[in-house]
């Protein structure tokens, strides 16, 4: 994958949700985020492109990608239009209970290191789903400021920004919840519930040092159940989904920060280098020093 990035995008932390509007441009090179985003179409047409292949793209048409996903735009016409991008975090604290939702669990707790769920999901907003959509970002991205892409934190504008953003994510699970777009694994609810539960003490602190048996105890369940759910929801064992998380973050920290990547390592909790600069290799792709250096400067916000 990274072999084919140009840049990696982030948004900073002070602000979770963004809606912002977009129009195609030439630059538009292979990336991906450590953030969710999902994409409508709202004009023009053009060709998608990610691991799947070259897909044409219209008006209608929605693209919904999990963090470390790689996507690309190329000859499109005339193409605009909105993206919605939320952070894992807020999804595991504030917003856990949408993937409590068969279709929305099955999309939200996928793990983009899976073989299987590298992907972006494409589906297509039916007239009144995309005229809902149309009408509720419009009036986010448009609304008078000095950077009408965010909506600034103030009194009201959290409620406001995860009410759109609920919306959004409904007019999607709309879209992908029958005929339209590919087929999306739907583990069970109880199964999801358990997922979520282990993610939230994950994330709470990556310097943890979890192993599947203490992590099963603490949610009293048992180790095989715990790693059946995360199998079945997230694509990969427990561990080596927390190895993921873990990683991602020390990413995220290599392009925004000017700390050593020892130090780097403790904070994810990891105090040997050597195995450190294995483990991110493994999957990112590159050594922490040489990420570093390939994507920095292009890092954008």
């Known amino acids: 994958m990274t072999d084919r990035l ?15 509007r977009w129009r195609w441009r030439s630059d538009h090179f292979a990336h991906d985020h450590d953030f969710y985003e999902l994409v409508v179409v709202a004009e023009g047409e053009g060709d998608h492109i990610s691991v799947d292949g070259t897909q044409r793209i219209a ?3 929605v693209i919904f990608m999990v963090p470390g996903v790689w996507h690309e735009y190329s000859g499109c016409t005339r193409m605009y239009g909105y993206d919605c991008c939320f952070s894992r975090e807020i999804l595991y604290r504030d917003l856990a209970w949408l993937t409590d939702d068969p279709v929305l669990g099955g999309l939200l707790l996928r793990n983009p290191g899976s073989p299987a769920h590298r992907r972006p999901v494409i ?7 995309f005229d809902l ?46 005929e339209a777009g590919r087929p999306v694994a739907r583990p069970s609810p109880a199964l999801q519930s358990l997922t979520r539960r282990a993610l939230e003490l994950m994330t709470a602190d990556l310097t943890a040092a979890w192993t599947l ?16 759910a995360f199998r079945t929801v997230v694509g990969r064992s427990p561990m080596a989904h927390y190895g993921r998380l873990r990683m991602e973050h020390a990413a995220m920290l290599l392009l925004r920060s000017d ?10 909790g990891v105090f040997d280098a050597n195995y450190f600069a294995r483990r991110f290799r493994s999957e990112m792709g590159l050594q922490p020093t040489a990420y570093r250096r390939r994507f920095q400067d292009a890092a954008t916000g």
């Open 6 to 20: 140009h840049w990696k995008s982030f948004f900073s932390e002070q602000h979770p949700v963004q809606f912002r």
């Open 213 to 228: 048996d203490s992590l099963a105890s603490c949610l009293e369940v048992s180790p095989s159940l715990l790693s059946r």
């Open 123 to 129: 589906g297509h907003l039916d007239e009144q789903g």
């Open 259 to 268: 700390l050593p990547v020892a130090e780097i390592a403790a904070r994810v």
């Open 133 to 178: 959509v149309r009408k509720l970002l419009g009036a986010f991205t448009e609304a008078p400021g000095p950077d009408p892409r965010r909506l600034q934190a103030g009194e009201g504008s959290r409620q406001r920004l995860f009410g759109a953003l609920v919306v959004v994510l409904g007019c999607l699970r709309a879209a992908l919840g029958g």
């Open 59 to 61: 008006p209608g048409d």
